[in-house]
């Protein structure tokens, strides 16, 4: 099966399956510990909610490739394009252990503790050196390399991270235990813990 083929499926049923993959890029390669899922016109918290524009384009396939967005002026962050060609869904890269390169992860986050190269989706981007120039990037390509692994077997579950827009979904997988999975802090003027059944390590 092509990596477009396993990827092709809801994002809420791709996400899981991301964890424990492994992405390699720019001489570092981690271990996906922690994603979320973005379902386009059907999501509330999705870029792609109110249709196609030149920034979330990339989103509506093909599956297997990276869409990368800027945000807060400051920040990259990348997602697995997933789903039906024309139909935009994407799964945010959230957080990560570096399994090889990890000196160059260093350099690329200077003063982090190993724990915290790639824990959120802007660090993990910064430890593999992941750029907005990389939207639209193929996962099996020259440049990136996203290899599967076996189905982690009872991911964790919650809501999303920061999110008003359908912060309710549980849509927010990571693996149990992982030190290396970000602490769950809901959109501002929401309740802590609002629609979270724990707060992972």
């Keep these: 099966m092509s990596l477009q083929e396993a990827l092709a499926g809801p994002a809420e049923q791709v996400a899981p399956r991301l964890l424990g993959a492994l992405l390699t890029h720019a001489g570092v390669t981690l271990r996906l510990t922690e994603v979320e899922a973005y379902a386009g016109a059907a999501d509330p918290g999705s870029h792609a909610y109110r249709g196609r524009t030149a920034r979330n384009a990339v989103m509506f396939g093909p599956a297997g490739h990276l869409y990368v967005y800027f945000t807060y002026g400051m920040h990259t962050c990348a997602n697995v394009v997933c789903g039906v060609e024309g139909t935009a869904s994407a799964c945010l890269l959230r957080a990560g252990e570096v399994v090889d390169g990890i000196d160059l992860a260093r350099e690329r986050r200077l003063g982090s503790t190993d724990r915290n190269l790639a824990r959120g989706p802007a660090r993990l981007c910064q430890a593999l050196g992941i750029r907005l120039d ?32 359908a912060p309710e979904r549980p849509w927010r997988f990571w693996i149990q235990g992982e030190p290396t999975v970000s602490v769950y802090r809901p959109a501002k003027g929401l309740r802590p813990g609002f629609g979270a059944p724990d707060t992972p390590v």
């Design 134 to 165: 990389d939207n639209g990037a193929a996962l099996d390509g020259d440049r990136f390399q996203l290899l599967l692994g076996e189905p982690v077997a009872t991911p964790a579950t919650g809501p999303r991270v920061g999110l008003r827009g």
